[in-house]
């Protein structure tokens, strides 16, 4: 029976089974203690402040908050606490709490979906005659039921609101008009996305920036 089993080191065993998956396992580990490495914080951040990023991904990964829940409703909140100030202060940045944009499509060919919007925008003018080569950058604030979200897409939404912060100054005003979009529903089925093109700003844009889920290391 000894023989017989070292004979056929691959048959489908508990034994054999069992070494195998602890040598993948043990592989995989090595593999990420050597491999897997954040970037070093640049010295240099032009401007962009790191640390209140990282504050802001931290208060809105607390929890999982998928689209129509409380936890979203409180991300919603915060976001806009972030941009009201900028829309205040500055005369050249708009706000838009866009809860009246509503979209319905087919997916598939069997089902109906209807977005009533709960999207995020705001717009910051460019210094440029054109009205028409704006550029968005987009993001999502809703996560799946199953995880806070940090990268899918807490990042982006960290992201972009320190963006719209740098460029709403005065003196870093970009040619271009940029839209900031954070939009909701978009682990459900783009919902978001959807209703954009509901949004009389959706004409502003040539270009897009869509900072999508970054995955566990970057």
């Known amino acids: 029976m000894r023989f017989a089993r070292l004979a056929a080191p691959l048959k ?9 998956l602890v ?6 580990f090595a593999t990420v203690l050597q491999y897997d490495e954040l970037s070093n914080v640049p010295e240099n951040t032009h401007g962009l402040d790191l640390d209140r990023a990282y ?7 607390t929890r999982p908050h998928p689209y129509i829940s409380h936890a979203n409703d409180a991300v919603r909140r915060y976001i806009l606490s972030r941009l009201e100030p900028l829309a205040t202060r500055h005369g050249h ?3 838009s709490d866009d809860m009246t944009s509503n979209v319905t499509f087919a997916i598939g060919g069997d089902r109906i ?6 999207n995020v925008l705001l717009k910051i003018d460019g210094t440029g005659s054109s009205s028409r080569d704006g550029v968005l950058f987009s993001c999502h604030y809703d996560s799946v039921s199953s995880a806070p979200g940090a990268t899918d897409d807490g990042m982006g939404v960290a992201t972009l609101l320190e963006l719209a912060e ?3 100054a005065p003196e870093r005003r970009p040619r271009r008009t940029a839209v900031f979009f ?7 089925y783009l919902n978001g996305a959807h209703a954009y093109f509901e949004h009389p700003w959706s004409n502003l844009t040539s270009v897009f920036i869509n ?7 970057g």
């Open 182 to 188: 954070f939009n909701n529903g978009e682990e459900d």
């Open 211 to 217: 900072l999508e889920g970054a995955a566990s290391g």
């Open 23 to 28: 040598a993948l396992y043990a592989i995989v």
């Open 12 to 20: 489908f065993a508990p034994t054999q089974v069992a070494v195998l």
């Open 55 to 61: 504050d802001t991904l931290a208060k809105i990964t």
């Open 93 to 95: 940045v708009h706000l």
């Open 113 to 118: 979906i209807y977005f009533e919007g709960t």
């Open 166 to 168: 740098y460029l709403s």
